[in-house]
Nanobody, 124 residues
Framework: QVQLVESGGGSVQSGGSLRLSCAASAASGYRYSMAWFRQGPGKEREGVAAIDSDGNTKYVDSVKGRFTISRDIAKNTQYLQMNSLKPEDTAKYYC??????????????????WGQGTQVTVSS
């Protein structure tokens, strides 16, 4: 069982930056892929970014060029650097991990372990 804890959310103005972190309780290591999802008010949960064990990444079109996903395997931690934030990025952000080395599918049902979420609010 893997437990995930997100941190780094908060409130920023449009154009600002935030860095989210997600620490795993167990040594998931390189055999796990990791991802970030978000869910805005009244919206379905959507995939934002994923990274596999080789460091390959995938992003939803709306965040390409603004968000960067990364991971530190030694620290069992993944990150989401968010720049040029927009009001439409406002959502609760969740990290997820899956015991699969090359999973880059941004569909929530493909991911087993989830954090509790951290709120990101972007004001105009």
């Amino acid at each position: 069982q893997v437990q995930l804890v997100e941190s780094g959310g908060g409130s920023v103005q449009s154009g600002g930056s935030l860095r989210l972190s997600c620490a795993a309780s167990a040594a998931s290591g390189y055999r796990y892929s990791m991802a970030w999802f978000r869910q805005g008010p009244g919206k379905e949960r959507e995939g934002v970014a994923a990274i596999d064990s080789d460091g390959n990444t995938k992003y939803v079109d709306s965040v390409k060029g603004r968000f960067t996903i990364s991971r530190d395997i030694a620290k069992n931690t993944q990150y989401l650097q968010m720049n040029s934030l927009k009001p439409e990025d406002t959502a609760k952000y969740y990290c997820a991990t899956e015991p699969a080395r090359w999973l880059l599918i941004l569909t929530p049902t493909r991911w087993t372990y989830w954090g509790q979420g951290t709120q990101v609010t972007v004001s105009s």
